[in-house]
Nanobody
Framework: QVQLVESGGGLVQAGGSLRLSCAASGSIFSINAMGWYRQAPGKQRELVAGLISGGRTNYADSVKGRFTISRDNAKTTVYLQMNSLKPEDSAVYYC???????????????WGKGTLVTVSS
C-alpha cells in the first residue's frame, strides 16, 4: 500500500523558515511527479510547488523566490524549504504524488494527510 507521510509543520514567526518533508513508501514502480498544495480555512486547495521526474519545477506566484522544492537522490522524498514566511502562508500543507504502483500501468494520484503551518505576525 502506498503512503505519503508529511512532517515539518509548526508555528513560526513571520520572516522565519520551515522545511517540510514528504516521504513516499510502499510498492511503487515509479513516481511521475510530486508536489505540495496548501489549503487555508475557507479557501480552495492550491498548488504551491511541483517537481516532475525530469527535475523541472513550478511554483505559485505567491511563493516564488521564497520557497524551494527539492527531492532526495532516491526520488521518494520531496522537501519544501519555506523562507521569509508570511502570515498568509498559514495553511494545511498537503503532499501530492502522481505515481505508478507496482502491478499497474497508469499513474495514480496520492495525497498525504497534511501538516499544519502557522505563521504569526
Amino acid at each position: 500500500q502506498v503512503q505519503l507521510v508529511e512532517s515539518g509543520g509548526g508555528l513560526v514567526q513571520a520572516g522565519g523558515s520551515l522545511r517540510l518533508s514528504c516521504a513516499a513508501s510502499g510498492s511503487i514502480f515509479s513516481i511521475n511527479a510530486m508536489g505540495w498544495y496548501r489549503q487555508a480555512p475557507g479557501k480552495q486547495r492550491e498548488l504551491v510547488a511541483g517537481l516532475i521526474s525530469g527535475g523541472r519545477t513550478n511554483y505559485a506566484d505567491s511563493v516564488k523566490g521564497r520557497f524551494t522544492i527539492s527531492r532526495d537522490n532516491a526520488k521518494t522524498t520531496v522537501y519544501l524549504q519555506m523562507n521569509s514566511l508570511k502570515p498568509e502562508d498559514s495553511a494545511v500543507y498537503y503532499c501530492n504524488a502522481d505515481l505508478i504502483p507496482m502491478g499497474y500501468m497508469d499513474g495514480m494520484d496520492y495525497w498525504g494527510k497534511g501538516t499544519l503551518v502557522t505563521v504569526s505576525s
